[in-house]
């Protein structure tokens, strides 16, 4: 299937989702949340294993800034996000992310909720949503302190740095860091072995240990959703977009 923000193929049982918005760093808009939505619900019978990845470039750039013209919109767009975030996580097919550039924003989210990470040496996590006045979600408040545990989920969020791929394998943040360039054949070669292997087995593992280790996803994602909902309303919101689209700093007023 081809679509004009997502490509998704299947061979041998690896269905690959790719996101196809190079322009923008894969930036995520509603039409690729509806149709990474779409694609999620093939894969259950479809699918022996799922790559999501993206380009050379990027994997997500995060939430497209100028996609989205109000607050309304956003709450909307997070609402299916939200629901993807807990379709990937109880979806009984192993997932591995294929990481390379920046992963950020939900981006950042789409890459954690998958059950293996194979990181680019040039790829990062970053969670980049102070800087425009809001708080991370597509459930990273829960999928980072998971992995990485409290204090560096804080560390992420509130400073909005880069954690390199060397750093967020050793925080927990990803499974693998291939050597240059072969972030991509190497999480082919792992879904193919998944795709090959006794798939009743490893999904009913992978549920088991997401649903232990992620049951708090839910409320995460309903607790992020009322936080955003009252950021995005707020002045320092505005600031902080209109000083990204002017390539400025912000200048915020804690209101």
Known sequence: MSEESLYVSTTDGVMTIQLNRPQALNAVTPDLV???DA???RAQSEARA??????ARSFSSGADLAASSNGEKKVDILDIINKLMLKIRDLKVPTIAAVSGPAAGVGCSLALICDYVVMDPSAYLMLAFTKIGLMPDGGATALVAASAGRH???RMALNAEKIHAETAFEWGLATEVTAE???LSRAQEIAARFANGPTLSLGETEYAINKVTLGDLDAALEQELTGQNILRASSDYVE???AFREK???VFAGK
């Open 39 to 41: 694609a999620i619900d």
């Open 181 to 183: 360039g072969e972030y």
């Open 34 to 36: 509806y149709a990474l």
């Open 248 to 250: 400025r700093p912000a």
């Open 50 to 55: 799922v790559i999501i990845t993206g380009d």
């Open 152 to 154: 560096r989920a804080l």
């Open 240 to 242: 902080g977009v209109q």
